[in-house]
């Protein structure tokens, strides 16, 4: 039988390395954003999401309407985006995803993964990276 041992126990020689390991477990283990997969988590309608605030989960649906202020790129899910799910770009992570977002992704129905959280009374999910979002056929 073999015996787990804690991290304390295993033999590395100097911290950086310890950091190093401790990473890639944490990593391995869905601590950090985007480091989970969509197969890890529940998929959900874009309807449901403000039943899931709080919670790390995929949301489906269709971008029907798309706004890039310049500070971020809004993907709404609903044409009333004042009370439905929308999924957010912030500028300081533009480069990270295809040019014009507002236009790669208007009337593609997509999986979104992270966190949703509720902002202004509705529910929403940032985006940091492009492994956040796929395009489905």
């Given amino acids: 039988m073999r015996r787990s041992r804690a991290l ?3 033999p590395i020689r100097g911290p ?15 601590c950090f954003p985007g480091s989970r997969s969509e197969t890890d988590t529940e998929v959900i309608s874009w309807r449901r999401a ?3 605030v709080g919670e790390y989960v995929t949301v489906e649906g269709r971008i029907v ?4 202020s310049g500070k971020a790129c809004f993907l ?3 044409p009333d985006w004042r ?6 770009i912030f500028a300081s992570r533009f480069d990270q995803f295809p040019p014009k977002p507002e236009d790669f992704y208007r009337g ?16 929403e999910m940032i985006l940091d990276s492009p492994d956040q979002i796929k395009v489905l056929r």
């Fill in 8 to 10: 304390a126990d295993i």
């Fill in 83 to 88: 009370q439905s799910f929308t999924a957010v």
């Fill in 108 to 123: 593609k129905n997509v999986r979104v993964t992270g966190a949703i959280r509720e902002y202004d009374g509705r529910p």
């Fill in 65 to 68: 309407g798309t706004h890039n």
């Fill in 50 to 52: 403000a039943k899931y």
């Fill in 16 to 30: 950086a390395l310890k950091w190093a390991v401790l990473a890639a477990l944490c990593a391995a283990a869905g």
């Fill in 76 to 78: 709404n899910f609903h």
